[in-house]
């Protein structure tokens, strides 16, 4: 009779953590739709952003062709380390366009291109929170596939850790210059 105990615990304990698994990887599901969502409205953004600054900085076609193609790779991005990469190019060449966009100082002043700035740094945040949240599941479920016991159910039914949505922007890393 006890041995018929542990064998329904054991069956009830298995499943209910196969479902955890299950809840998790939906999580995660639900979480990149949230990021893809967002840079969608990024992307859907950048062309209109162009079309502004080319009007007042027509001798910068490489640059507008750089930040095309980088949106474009960006939108074709694969998988999840493909994705990041694009996003990585498509950052820097954003951040160029910016960068050039400070010596027109009647670009600065336009209203369209100052709208225009301010729903992508909207964006950015909401890409960032986007971020965070689908970095918290895959944390999440990372840990329910390498712990125990529940890490026996991962092997047996080939759940893998997932990886993390990480953009790597050098410049966040480095150390800010002051001057007084």
């Known amino acids: 009779m006890f041995a018929i105990f542990i064998i329904i615990f054991i069956a009830i304990a298995a499943v209910a953590i196969y479902n955890s698994f299950i ?32 009007g007042y900085a027509k001798h910068e076609k490489k640059l507008f062709e750089e930040v095309t193609e980088a949106r474009t790779r960006a939108i074709e991005g694969q998988n999840l380390q493909q994705q990041a990469d694009a996003e990585n190019t498509l950052s820097g060449s954003l951040r160029n366009l910016f960068a050039v966009a400070e010596n027109y100082p009647e670009l600065k002043a336009n209203q369209n291109f100052l709208d225009l700035q301010k729903n992508l740094a909207e964006i950015e945040n ?17 840990i329910l596939v390498d712990s125990f016991p529940s890490s026996l159910i991962a092997r047996f039914f080939n759940f893998t850790a997932e990886e993390f949505f990480e953009i790597d922007l050098a410049i966040a890393r480095e150390t800010p210059e002051v001057k007084f």
């Open 23 to 54: 809840r998790k990887r939906y999580h995660i599901k639900e979480a990149w739709s949230g990021i893809d969502i967002q840079l969608k409205r990024r992307y859907d953004l950048i062309p209109n952003l162009i079309r502004t600054v080319q």
């Open 126 to 142: 909401d890409i960032q929170l986007a971020r965070r949240y689908y970095n918290g599941t895959v944390r999440e479920f990372n």
